[in-house]
């Protein structure tokens, strides 16, 4: 049957309905219960290989310092190329660990790459049914957004098991694990012989104060995910991110990737922690770091700031992925309006 030009129309403006794929946000959040001293956490390795015990023995006398018990993955010191083992072995210690009863949290050794290649080897029905603590940054980015789309998992962007675990680390990790406060993210002051901030600095983007779901990681690990079914919905939410060794050029593509793919447009709030060793490629020039973000998040018009303790750092933040937060662009920080875990 041949169409009128007004059916035709009709027809065409119902395209983007009926194809419109973009998840909103989980509505059921799964949390996992507060670490106590004596519990048992998984050590694993869903990313990429270690090549020598050190770190291994460093990570698990750091969670053992917390009067945490630790079980290592069979799997932690396989490697496959760059990879901590086969994707099968990856995927097979975060569904054994997550169903393992005895298992209070689960934290990874490091990040690295390849978490997105197990994705689709997940069992999330058992996850969505054993929740627990689950910590990570850097590649584990991708785990965590598959973990909360897909079972609504409160996850948390904080150290791996081969971090430094300085005080100011370990007071958040603590603070929100075992303590399950309502923190407030807030930079270092300034020592008090020192006449002004130079370190640890925020930069206010634009003024404000935004509530939302706080969500986020690695920016070029989401960006890497953008078209998946791995990628929770980001309406309404407050966004972080962070990266390291990425050219300016680089951050700038992901950025616009940001943009086009609509989240920006979607977000109430921006955090932006650090880019480490991001530097401008050689050639005719680079624009900044800051005239990159002032470009995407400006024109959004929504509260706004950089620098904030979140990133490849010695010492950082554990942000819990998944609740409600409160971010101050002018003073550079935000807290948490619901605790992250079940007591």
Known sequence: MKLSRRQFGLRMALVPLMFNTRPALVKSISKGQVLEPGDTIGLISPSGAVFNHGPVDIAIEALEKFGLKVQVSRFLKSRYGHLAGTDEERAAEINEMFANPEISGIICLRGGSGAARILDMLDYSSIRKNPKVFVGYSDITALQLALFKKTGLVTFHGPVGISSWDEFSRNYFAGLLFENQLMNFENPPKPESAWVQTKHRIRTIHTG???????????????????????????GSLLFIEEVNEELYRVDRLMSQLHLSGILREIKGFIFGKCTNCYPDRGYGSLTFDEIIDHYIKPL????????????????????????????AEKGSFKLLETALND
């Not at 935004?210 to 079914?229: E, I, P, Y």
């Open 209 to 235: 104060k935004a509530r939302g779901k706080l969500l986020g990681g690695n920016l070029s690990v989401l960006c890497g995910l953008l078209g998946s079914d791995y990628v929770p919905g980001f309406k």
């Open 301 to 328: 018009g929504i509260p706004a700031f950089s620098g904030s303790m979140i990133g490849h750092i010695d010492s950082k933040f554990t942000v819990p992925m998944g609740v409600e937060a409160e971010m101050d």
